[in-house]
């Protein structure tokens, strides 16, 4: 046995309409690590979540968790995970406490102990005021929290959560990632998270792999990724609108340009920090006043950007686009 | 402004709306199998309804239910276009249309213009269906004009109804609100025997329901022998006129949060 | 007690069955969109049909001379097609929602899943039924069969219910989508018209429609609680309507199994 909490090897699914979902991924999570998963929509992170929990089966390749193989060893993994999938997969009709009643009895506990257990979740995701109410009234952060609740009734040991904090309000989800980063802790539970926003990945995880088209690019702590990019961004806003083409011309001298807002330039400098000074030099040579200047560490959207050649952030922002479509009409049947 | 621009409008919410339905197999497909299977499931299973003592119309019973299936047919064609305006409503595709067209007005002509098609397909496919199973229609031409008119009439006030409705509710929970009242008014009418032969309350909401006269005069027409005629149509237009207002009153409540 | 019932016992199946059970009632229960609905239309059909078609108790051989009597029966099985949409949909928001994933990753046996469906199947279906009966009482059908008839009459008004349920609950499973629930809805509604819904088969004068209604189990089920309500004690009727409803409910039963067994897939 490996000791791993989680690894995968060559791990692929084909779906019979559609590209291969998961390209052949290797991985492994030491038991206690966070490991961030981090890609756009459709690039693979819930296919491979939904493999490690047993959900679908693998086309090929193989994966074990806790120990043990998730084709041939489906009852004894699920016992030792929890999951907090993508949907909140709630029952709206269902309080909160009838939710903490039904997955305490699922998982076998009776009695006293399934009550305090149930209790001691509500109280600790800060749902006791609302435990007698209906689910389908709560909050987006509500859902999320029970359903983080839900996922360590019994205690596992390894918690996956799918995009946690999608849709979240900037509140509901720094009070997740404290949870989470609680869990971690405090308590050694390993925590497999899949996300799109790389403030998260960088916040909470020790490693991170990110996924692209199936397959993971780049794997590492986040600071050593961003170590590989190296070269950090310089962003100016001139103090005059009708200076932005002509400082853009300037900084192109200094390396290649990288996405910014529009009242702005940005590049990426090619010599690193030592070229701000020369920046602004060449700035002032041309007589172009600036408003703001700021150096940018890299991101894991420029590790991103370097490994696959699209920036995280616009592949989000094409895939949500490409949802976007008139709703299919349906016929409502007379009695 | 000029009147091509309400017409260009209508014709292009006619069409978006008749493209969506003939297109769509989810929404043709009950369109055509609900009118064709009360139909079959009427003349079929009651067809001996005809030689029960009193039943005095003459072009039988085939042709007795398909006064009623056509009817059928033009009210929830209407009532069906109610709950795409609805549906439209609920999508947000309605602003995009209060903000391009110059005349709203246009909109809820292109609605009823879509009702419109809808319901002459539906009609169509009734209609060859039930020839093939015997209908027997011993009106001329003239008496057909008439009965189609009517049905032309009813699925307007239907469709103005349920537009009306949808505009005030602007959700596709409003559904029910639409077909209820048109389920009451088409069913406590002489369905399935002649009005002399309904018994009980239902002949007393029979008596009192409008759709009685329409369904009456339909049912004559196809006879070959037109009865209440002038009662029957100016019931239809009042209903047409009164939903024409009721519509427009949506359209209002729909503006003011577009 | 043999190895089969010691390992259900042993995991526990009767107390999830028994929590699955409690959470489908509840959640039946507390849509009320969905339960009056399926009280009152086919109570409000039943009102219009018995008045509307009252004068066809005067063709020769028809078996009574109050057509409400002929017509309860009917609102038993519009009742279960109401089951079929209130099953399959509950079936389908569970898994749009993702709540059968969650499930999915807890020890609960798929043989629990089904049998609390189920219970809310049989919830909603004791509410219509005993509902129906009184109503039909109070408004002056007479149960030839008296008070053990109208017991019967409701056991097989559960099967139906049950029946069409899994019916409900099979599409829900196989499609993924609520909006395959609703697109069965015309398909179960035809199966009640093309029956001996309206007439008995016997005075149903279209030969074609005569022969459907001959081969279709609904009759056989309309045709079983009818012979209590105007006959009093029809072996022959009754058994032919009891063994359409469990075949049926067995079939569907089945189905919706198999069907769960696909769409649950864990390894």
Same mark, same amino acid.
């Given at each position: ?46 296919? #491979?979540?939904?493999?490690? #929990?047993?959900?679908?089966? /693998? #086309? ?14 489906? *009852? ?79 205690? *596992? ?6 995009? *946690? #904090? ?131 560490? *890299? ?29 299919? /009409? ?6 | ?46 067809? =001996? ?23 059928? &047919?033009?009210?929830?064609?209407? %009532? ?6 609805? =549906?439209?409503?609920?999508?947000? +595709? ?8 110059? =005349?709203?007005?246009? %909109? ?6 879509? &009702? ?6 539906? %009609? ?12 027997? %229609? ?17 699925n307007a006030a239907a469709m103005l109804f349920g537009t009306g409705i949808a505009m005030r509710l602007r959700t596709m929970q409003a559904g029910p609100a639409m077909q209820t009242p048109a389920f009451l008014f088409l069913f406590l009418a002489p369905v399935w025997v002649p009005y002399d032969l309904l018994t009980g309350w239902v002949q007393g909401a029979a008596s009192v329901n409008p759709v009685t006269l329409v369904l009456e005069s339909g ?13 029957? +149509? &100016? ?16 359209? =209002? ?6 | ?6 390992? @259900? ?56 001379? $109050? ?17 079929? $949409? ?6 389908? $928001? ?46 002056? @059908? ?6 053990p008839g109208a017991i019967v009459i409701v056991l097989m008004s559960l099967t139906i219910s049950a029946a069409f349920g899994c019916i409900g609950a099979f599409v829900a499973l196989r499609s993924g989508t609520g909006e395959a629930v609703q697109g069965i809805f015309p398909l179960l509604f035809a199966a009640l018209f093309l029956s001996s819904m309206a007439l008995p088969r016997d005075l149903i004068e279209i030969n074609w429609f005569q022969t ?42 089945? @189905? ?12």
């Open positions: 046995m490996s000791g791993a909490a989680i690894e995968a090897s060559d791990l692929v699914r084909d779906f019979k309409k559609g590209p291969r979902a998961v390209d052949g991924i290797d991985l492994r999570v030491e038991p206690g690590e966070v490991y961030g998963f981090l890609g756009p929509n459709g690039a693979g992170k819930s296919t #491979t979540v939904h493999m490690l #929990t047993t959900l679908l089966p /693998p #086309t090929s390749g193989s994966a074990r968790v806790a120990g043990h193989d998730v084709v041939t060893e489906g *009852p004894a993994v699920r016992a030792a995970i929890g999951a907090a999938l993508q949907e909140a997969a709630l029952d709206p009709f269902l309080t909160g406490r009838e939710h903490m009643t039904l997955q305490t009895a699922l998982h076998g506990m009776r009695g006293t102990a399934a009550r305090d257990r149930g209790e001691e979740l509500i109280a600790r995701v800060g749902l006791s005021q609302a435990a007698d109410r209906r689910v389908g009234g709560y909050s987006g952060g509500m859902k999320r929290r029970l359903d983080l609740a839900l996922a360590l009734v019994h205690r *596992p040991r390894i918690l996956f959560l799918d995009e *946690p #904090t999608t849709g979240l309000d900037v509140q509901s989800r720094t009070s997740l990632w404290e949870e989470v980063g609680r869990l971690a802790a405090d308590r050694g539970v390993t925590v497999f998270l899949t996300t799109q926003y790389l403030e998260e990945a960088d916040v909470l995880a020790d490693r991170v792999g990110i996924i692209h088209k199936g397959a993971i690019v780049a794997e590492g702590t986040p600071e050593a990724l961003k170590a590989e990019i190296g070269r950090p961004s310089v962003e100016a806003v001139p103090a005059e609108r009708e200076d932005l083409p002509r400082m853009k011309q300037v900084l192109a001298r200094f390396g290649e340009s990288v996405p910014g807002s529009p009242k702005a330039v940005a590049v990426r400098l090619d010599g690193g920090d030592a070229q701000l000074a020369e920046v602004v030099r060449a700035l002032d040579a041309e007589d172009i006043h600036v408003e703001h200047l700021q150096l940018h560490a *890299p991101t894991l959207d420029d590790v991103f950007l370097s490994k696959t050649g699209r920036s995280l952030e616009g592949e989000a922002e094409e895939e949500t686009a490409d949802e976007e479509e008139e709703p299919e /009409p349906t016929e409502a049947v007379a009695a | 402004m000029s009147r091509g621009g309400f017409w260009s409008v209508a014709g292009a919410v006619a069409w978006r709306n008749a493209h969506n339905f003939f297109s769509n197999p989810a929404m043709i497909v009950p369109a055509m199998l609900f009118p064709l299977f009360f139909f079959t499931a009427f003349a079929g299973g009651l067809s =001996r309804v005809d030689s029960v003592p009193g039943f005095d119309y003459d072009a039988g019973y085939t042709t007795f239910v398909y006064g009623f299936v056509l009817l059928q &047919a033009a009210t929830f064609g209407g %009532i069906f276009t109610g709950f795409s305006v609805a =549906r439209d409503f609920e999508s947000g +595709f309605s602003r995009r249309l209060m903000l391009a067209a110059p =005349r709203r007005g246009g %909109i809820v002509a292109g609605y009823w213009l879509a &009702a419109l098609m809808r319901a002459i397909f539906t %009609i169509a496919l009734i209609t060859a269906v039930a020839l093939v199973a015997g209908l027997a %229609i011993d009106g001329n031409a003239v008496d057909l004009v008439g009965l189609y008119t009517l049905a032309v009439i009813v049912r004559g027409f196809l006879a070959g022998d037109p009865t209440e005629v002038l009662p029957a +149509f &100016a019931v239809a237009l009042v209903l047409a006129a009164v939903t024409v207002l009721w519509a427009r009153g949506g359209l =209002r409540s729909a503006e003011r949060v577009a | 007690m043999t190895e089969a019932v010691r390992s @259900a016992v042993d995991s526990g199946l009767p107390r999830q069955v028994g929590m699955l059970a409690r959470r489908s009632v509840l959640r039946t229960m507390r849509q009320p969109a969905m339960v009056v609905p399926s009280l009152v239309f086919p109570l409000l059909l039943l009102s219009i049909n018995s008045s509307g078609l009252e004068s066809t108790t005067q063709l020769p051989g028809f078996p009574t001379d $109050n057509y409400l009597d002929f017509a309860l029966a009917i609102a038993f099985v519009q009742g279960a097609l109401f089951s079929a $949409n209130s099953a399959g949909t509950n079936v389908a $928001n569970d898994i749009e929602s993702g709540f059968l994933n969650r499930l999915s990753l807890t020890p609960l046996r798929r043989m629990a899943l089904m049998m609390g469906q189920l219970a809310g199947i049989l919830a909603l279906g004791v509410i219509q039924a005993v509902t129906f009966l009184l109503v039909g009482v109070a408004f002056g @059908a007479g149960i030839e069969a008296g008070l459907v209604a001959t081969y279709n189990p609904v009759s056989y089920m309309l045709e079983g609680i009818r012979s209590l309500v105007i006959t009093g004690w029809d072996g022959e009727a009754l058994a032919l309507g009891f063994a359409c409803a469990v075949g049926l409910a067995l079939i569907a039963l089945v @189905a919706a199994s198999s069907a769960l067994r696909t769409r649950m897939v864990r390894t």
